[in-house]
C-alpha cells in the first residue's frame, strides 16, 4: 500500500556486472536434502507421535503453506514452516510510509488531503504469533529447528493440534471429524467466524484432497475424504467473541466483519476519508486493486479508521485470511494514487510487506482473497484477467510529475498464478506459435530471480532465493545486458535490481506485444522501446497469447500516452473545471505495438465536497484503449490507432 520512505543505495556497475549470470530469470530448484517421499514421511510420524489424524495435520498445513518449507523464512505475519508456527520476535517493528505522490488522491482541482506522518508500531504479540514458543514447550525441540527444520515444524504442529485437543477436553481420536474445535483454535482467530472459516476451508481440503511437489522438491498427497462431517459442537468452547458482520459484501463462506472508515468533514472545508458516490448506478466498477498493507493487521485497522488519512475497501488478515471491509463498494476509496483508477475500482489491503520482514503469503489469506474477488468480479461484470485485475504496482502514474513515486506492492513475491488458480481463471495459452503476443507465466518455484534490498540491516545485500512471478527485462539478448531503461521512473538513473524496483520487470498474466526472437531470448514492447527476457525452449517464461494489438495509425510518428482516461474539455458541465489531459513522459512510436486491455470511455467523477448530492461524474464521447505498455497500464486515444488481431 505505502512506498517506503527510503530506497535501498543501488549497487555499483562492478558489482552488477558480477551478478549478472545470478540476475537470469530462471534459476533451477535446488534439489531436496532426503528423498521426495520425507516430506509425507515427517507429516506420519508426527501424527503418528501426537495422535493426530493424518489427514488433519495435512489438511492444517496446506491450508498455512501448501506444505512448502519457503527456506525457513517467514510468513507475512510471522509464521514459519509447512505448520506456519508463528514467532512475533522474528520481525521487526513494522513502520508506516505514506506516498511520497503530490498529488491529491480525489484529482488535481481538489484540497490536498491532511495525511499524518505515521510512526511505528511494534508487531502484534498475542498468543496467536506466539505459537512456535508454545511447541518448543511441548516437544522440548530448539527454536531454531522448529523454525528451520521442515520436519521438526511439522512436529510442533501436531504437538499444537493435540494439545488443543486437549484443552478442550476431547478425545485425541483418530476420527478426523472429531477436530474440528483444535482446528479452528489452530488459526489464531480471536472470533468466532474466523476461526469457523478457517476450520471449514480445512475440511473443503480434506474432503477434496491435494497432491503437489513442494517448493523443496517433496512429493506430498492428501487422499480426499469426500463424505467427511466436522463435528462442530466444540467451537463454543473456545471463547471466542462474536463475529461483527454488520452489512458486509462478502460471500457466505468467509470470515468477514465492518469496521467502517469515517466518512468525515474536516475544519478549512475538506473531509475524508473516501468518497460517497452510487456505483454501479452511477460509474461502472472496472477494477480490483490488490495491495499489501507494509504494516501489520492492527496497525492498518487504525490507519484506515483516521478520518484525515487514505481509505480502502478491505483488509485481509494474514494468518486466517480474516477480511475486514471499511467502505461500501459502491462508495470511491482513495487507495490507488490515481483518481481514475480510484474512482473506478475496489481496493484490497492484504497484511504483509513487500519484502521486509516476511516473503511468502498465507494459503488461507490467498484463498480468502480469491473468493472475495470472485464474488466482487461477478457482482460488478469485471474480466478476471491481469488487465482489471491488478496490482497497485500496475497502476499508472497520473501526470509526468506522479510517476516516480508510485508504488510497487504486492511485489514480485504475490504469487499470480496460483491467485487466478484460485479465481477459477487459470492463466492458460490462448494462441499458436506465430501469435504476435505472449503471456508472462514463468513456473513461480523455479523462477528465482536476483534481487537485492530485503534487508533492512544491509540494503546492497542479496535477498534470499525465493520463488517469484517477476522476470527481468533487458535491452539486448544476452545475460549481462543493462535492463532496460524506465525515464518516469529514473528520469537520471538506471533501472536496479532492487526488490523494490520494477522499472525492468514484467510479472505473470501480464500480455505484450513480440517485438523479436533470437535464439533462447524473446523481446516484447514495453515503455517505447525493445525489451529482452531469456525464454529457452526447455524452461518457458512466456506463452503464445493470442488477443488484440494497438499500433499507431499510418503517418503518426509518434502518439501520447496517458495515466488516466478523463473527458474531453467540452464534456464537462458549467460550473466542474475541466481536468487537463496530460501525456505522460514516454511515446507510442510507429512500428511499435501493445496489447489491449480494455476500452474506457472518458470519465471523471467530480467529489470535492462533503455533500454527495454535490458529486458529479462527467463523461465524453472520447474513447480510449488500455494498453500494458511497461509494467504498468496506460492509455492512448482511440483515434490515435488502429486495432488488429495478433
Same mark, same amino acid.
Given at each position: 500500500?505505502?512506498?517506503?520512505?527510503?530506497?535501498?543505495?543501488?549497487?555499483?556497475?562492478?558489482?552488477?556486472?558480477?551478478? /549478472?549470470?545470478?540476475?537470469?530469470?530462471? %534459476?533451477?530448484? !535446488? $534439489? &531436496?536434502?532426503? +528423498?521426495?517421499?520425507?516430506?509425507? #514421511? @515427517?507429516?506420519?510420524?508426527?501424527?503418528?507421535?501426537?495422535?493426530?489424524?493424518?489427514?488433519?495435520?495435512?489438511?492444517?498445513?496446506?491450508?498455512?503453506?501448501?506444505?512448502?518449507?519457503?527456506?525457513?523464512?517467514?510468513?507475512?505475519?510471522?509464521?514459519?514452516?509447512?505448520?506456519?508456527?508463528?514467532?512475533?520476535?522474528?520481525?521487526?517493528?513494522?513502520?508506516?510510509?505514506?506516498?511520497?505522490?503530490?498529488?491529491?488522491?480525489?484529482?488535481?482541482?481538489?484540497?490536498? /488531503?491532511?495525511?499524518?506522518?505515521?510512526? %511505528?508500531?511494534? !508487531? $502484534? &504479540?498475542?498468543? +496467536?504469533?506466539?505459537?512456535?514458543? #508454545? @511447541?518448543?514447550e511441548l516437544t522440548g525441540l530448539p527454536r531454531d529447528a522448529l523454525r528451520a527444520d521442515p520436519a521438526a515444524n511439522i512436529m510442533g504442529g501436531a504437538a499444537l493440534l493435540a494439545d488443543h485437543q486437549r484443552r478442550l477436553g476431547a478425545?485425541?481420536?483418530?476420527?478426523?471429524?472429531?477436530?474440528?474445535?483444535?482446528?479452528?483454535?489452530?488459526?489464531?482467530?480471536?472470533?468466532?467466524?474466523?476461526?469457523?472459516?478457517?476450520?471449514?476451508?480445512?475440511?473443503?481440503?480434506?474432503?477434496?484432497g491435494a497432491a503437489r511437489t513442494t517448493?523443496?522438491?517433496h512429493a506430498v498427497r492428501l487422499t480426499p475424504l469426500p463424505g467427511l462431517s466436522p463435528l462442530r459442537d466444540r467451537l463454543d468452547r473456545l471463547g471466542l467473541r462474536e463475529p461483527r458482520p454488520g452489512e458486509v459484501e462478502c460471500p457466505r463462506t468467509i470470515s468477514c466483519e465492518w469496521i467502517p472508515a469515517p466518512y468525515q468533514e474536516l475544519p478549512g472545508g475538506d473531509h475524508g476519508n473516501h468518497d460517497k458516490a452510487r456505483r454501479p448506478?452511477?460509474?461502472?466498477?472496472?477494477?480490483?486493486?490488490?495491495?499489501?498493507?507494509?504494516?501489520?493487521?492492527?496497525?492498518?485497522?487504525?490507519?484506515?479508521?483516521n478520518p484525515e488519512y487514505v481509505s480502502w475497501h478491505y483488509t485481509l488478515r494474514s494468518q486466517d485470511g480474516h477480511i475486514a471491509q471499511h467502505v461500501r463498494t459502491k462508495d470511491v476509496g482513495w487507495h490507488a494514487g490515481n483518481w481514475y483508477v480510484n474512482a473506478k475500482s475496489i481496493g484490497l489491503e492484504h497484511e504483509g510487506f513487500l519484502a521486509q520482514g516476511g516473503a511468502w503469503y498465507?494459503?488461507?489469506?490467498?484463498?480468502?482473497?480469491?473468493?472475495?474477488?470472485?464474488?466482487?468480479?461477478?457482482l460488478h461484470r469485471i474480466p478476471l484477467d491481469r488487465a482489471h485485475i491488478l496490482g497497485h504496482d500496475n497502476v499508472p502514474g497520473t501526470v509526468p510529475g506522479t510517476v516516480q513515486g508510485m508504488h510497487e506492492d504486492p511485489g514480485p513475491y504475490w504469487d499470480w498464478a496460483h491467485y487466478f488458480d484460485l479465481l477459477g481463471a487459470p492463466l492458460r495459452q490462448t494462441g499458436g506459435p506465430r501469435a504476435e503476443s505472449v503471456m508472462i507465466r514463468p513456473d513461480y518455484e523455479g523462477n528465482r530471480p536476483y534481487f537485492y534490498g530485503c534487508l533492512p540491516s544491509d540494503p546492497a545485500a542479496a535477498c534470499p532465493p525465493h520463488g517469484s512471478a517477476a522476470i527481468w527485462l533487458r535491452t539486448e539478448p544476452r545475460p549481462d545486458a543493462p535492463l532496460v531503461k524506465d525515464i518516469g521512473k529514473h528520469p537520471t538513473g538506471?533501472?536496479?535490481?532492487?526488490?523494490?524496483?520494477?522499472?525492468?520487470?514484467?510479472?505473470?498474466?501480464?500480455?505484450?506485444?513480440?517485438?523479436?526472437?533470437?535464439?533462447?531470448?524473446?523481446?516484447?514492447w514495453y515503455l517505447g522501446q525493445k525489451a529482452w527476457f531469456h525464454d529457452p525452449a526447455r524452461a518457458r517464461v512466456a506463452i503464445p497469447s493470442r488477443g488484440l494489438i494497438v499500433t499507431p495509425k499510418p503517418g503518426r510518428a509518434t502518439i501520447p500516452v496517458y495515466g488516466r482516461a478523463f473527458p474531453e474539455p467540452e464534456a464537462y458541465p458549467p460550473g466542474v473545471p475541466p481536468q487537463e489531459i496530460v501525456p505522460l513522459q514516454y511515446t507510442f512510436a510507429a512500428g511499435q505495438k501493445y496489447t489491449l486491455g480494455r476500452v474506457a470511455g472518458g470519465e471523471y467523477f467530480r467529489a470535492v465536497t462533503f455533500?454527495?448530492?454535490?458529486?458529479?461524474?462527467?463523461?465524453?464521447?472520447?474513447?480510449?484503449?488500455?494498453?500494458?505498455?511497461?509494467?504498468?497500464?496506460?492509455?492512448?486515444?482511440?483515434?490515435d490507432v488502429t486495432l488488429s488481431i495478433g
Open positions: 500500500m505505502r512506498l517506503r520512505s527510503a530506497r535501498p543505495r543501488r549497487r555499483g556497475a562492478a558489482a552488477l556486472a558480477a551478478v /549478472a549470470l545470478a540476475a537470469l530469470t530462471i %534459476s533451477p530448484v !535446488p $534439489p &531436496a536434502a532426503a +528423498s521426495a517421499g520425507d516430506r509425507q #514421511r @515427517a507429516y506420519a510420524d508426527a501424527a503418528r507421535t501426537h495422535k493426530v489424524p493424518q489427514s488433519v495435520l495435512l489438511g492444517v498445513s496446506f491450508l498455512e503453506s501448501r506444505w512448502d518449507a519457503n527456506r525457513g523464512l517467514p510468513s507475512t505475519s510471522a509464521g514459519f514452516g509447512p505448520m506456519h508456527l508463528t514467532d512475533a520476535a522474528a520481525l521487526p517493528p513494522a513502520v508506516h510510509h505514506h506516498s511520497s505522490a503530490t498529488e491529491d488522491p480525489r484529482g488535481d482541482d481538489a484540497r490536498r /488531503a491532511k495525511v499524518p506522518s505515521g510512526g %511505528s508500531a511494534p !508487531p $502484534p &504479540a498475542g498468543d +496467536s504469533l506466539r505459537t512456535l514458543e #508454545r @511447541a518448543a478425545p485425541l481420536s483418530d476420527d478426523p471429524a472429531q477436530w474440528y474445535g483444535a482446528v479452528a483454535r489452530y488459526s489464531g482467530a480471536a472470533d468466532e467466524g474466523a476461526a469457523r472459516a478457517f476450520a471449514d476451508e480445512v475440511y473443503t481440503v480434506i474432503r477434496q517448493d523443496d522438491g448506478v452511477d460509474q461502472k466498477v472496472e477494477y480490483i486493486v490488490i495491495h499489501d498493507t507494509e504494516e501489520y493487521y492492527g496497525r492498518t485497522l487504525d490507519l484506515v479508521q498465507t494459503e488461507a489469506m490467498y484463498r480468502t482473497s480469491a473468493k472475495l474477488v470472485r464474488h466482487l468480479a461477478k538506471d533501472s536496479t535490481h532492487s526488490v523494490y524496483d520494477h522499472s525492468a520487470r514484467a510479472s505473470t498474466g501480464q500480455r505484450y506485444a513480440v517485438a523479436g526472437r533470437q535464439g533462447d531470448w524473446t523481446a516484447i455533500d454527495p448530492e454535490q458529486h458529479v461524474v462527467v463523461r465524453g464521447k472520447m474513447k480510449y484503449y488500455q494498453i500494458q505498455f511497461g509494467h504498468r497500464v496506460m492509455f492512448v486515444n482511440a483515434d
